[in-house]
């Protein structure tokens, strides 16, 4: 049914909607709203949202190049199907007057509608390891297979500032289908926390290709987690994960040199790497 509503399956596995989210303002085309033109389906507007995560309906138009009516109607078309949902936008310090902002974000039935790499079949060879080999077997088996991603992002993450080290680990993981994104740390507390160096960075991945499998064995995003505390030199501490119900995997990355936050497990920084080849699960 949720494919049936979205016209065609591959409208949410369309891949090139943020990539080319320019084509609309090119010259010589038609508004994305009138009839003749080629306007983004449903399934663009919620991989739009899927990627970039909660997003405004003016963001989300503005991407697409589509009028408010248009992209209204898009917006209320996966409300209505329940792929997409609001909340309050969160704000950080004081706000000012005026009604709070109103973001549009992606569903569990939403998540569910795009092509997942992982099945049953993962899950139930993880929990016949588990029943034979023990839960430990479980994090050995995640370490080994998040290896190979530590492996190649190395060189892309080996250079420069942290803020750029992070920024081209997002990248590589955008690369690899986890649509991630980076970029400072919200600064909470006193106004000397607004200081970029002292707040840290922070690490968003808006889609998950193991999200499922990962709800019942937390050991993937632990091992994920790890590798990317051995990867930055720093502590690095996840703060949700959407394997847990939210919509983001979000990543606080502590500077170098920092103290980390309170609550924040600090990850070893080793140089070990296990040889192994293949992503999570492959």
């Known amino acids: 049914m ?24 090119a010259p010589g085309r038609r508004s994305a709203s009138g009839p003749a033109s080629a306007a983004p389906t449903r399934g663009q507007v919620a991989r739009l949202i899927l990627e970039l995560g909660p997003s405004t ?12 009516a248009a992209i209204r109607r898009h917006l209320d078309n996966l409300l209505g199907e329940g792929l997409i949902e609001t909340r309050t936008a969160r704000t950080y310090g004081n706000r000012g007057r005026g009604r709070p902002a109103k973001v549009f974000v992606i569903t569990d039935a939403g998540r569910s509608a ?4 992982y099945d049953d079949l993962a899950t139930n060879a993880l929990r016949f390891l588990a029943e034979t080999a023990g839960p430990e077997a479980i994090a050995e088996f995640a370490r080994r297979q998040v290896s190979d991603l530590e492996r190649r ?13 992070v920024q081209a680990l997002a990248e590589a993981l955008s690369a690899d289908g986890y649509a991630a994104s980076a970029g400072p740390a919200p600064a909470i507390g006193s106004p000397a926390m607004a200081n970029r160096a002292e707040s840290g960075e922070q690490l968003c991945q808006h889609h998950c290709p193991v999200a499922h499998v990962a709800a019942e064995f937390p050991q993937l995003c632990e091992a994920e987690t790890e590798a990317f505390g051995r990867l930055l030199g720093t502590p ?9 119900g939210d919509g983001i995997c979000t990543t606080h990355v502590t500077s170098i040199g920092k103290a980390a936050p ?14 192994e080849s293949g992503g999570l699960l492959t």
């Open 262 to 275: 309170a609550g924040v497990v600090e990850i070893p920084v080793t140089t070990e790497v296990t040889p």
């Open 57 to 68: 309906a003016a963001t989300l138009g503005g991407r697409l190049g589509l009028t408010p």
């Open 236 to 244: 690095v501490q996840r703060l949700a994960t959407i394997a847990h």
């Open 114 to 117: 795009f092509e997942h790499a």
């Open 153 to 165: 992002y190395a060189p892309a993450v080996a250079r420069g500032d942290l803020p750029g080290r």
């Open 2 to 25: 949720l494919q049936k509503s979205l016209h065609q399956a591959a409208d949410l596995r369309h891949n090139d909607v943020v990539k080319n989210v320019g084509a609309a303002d």
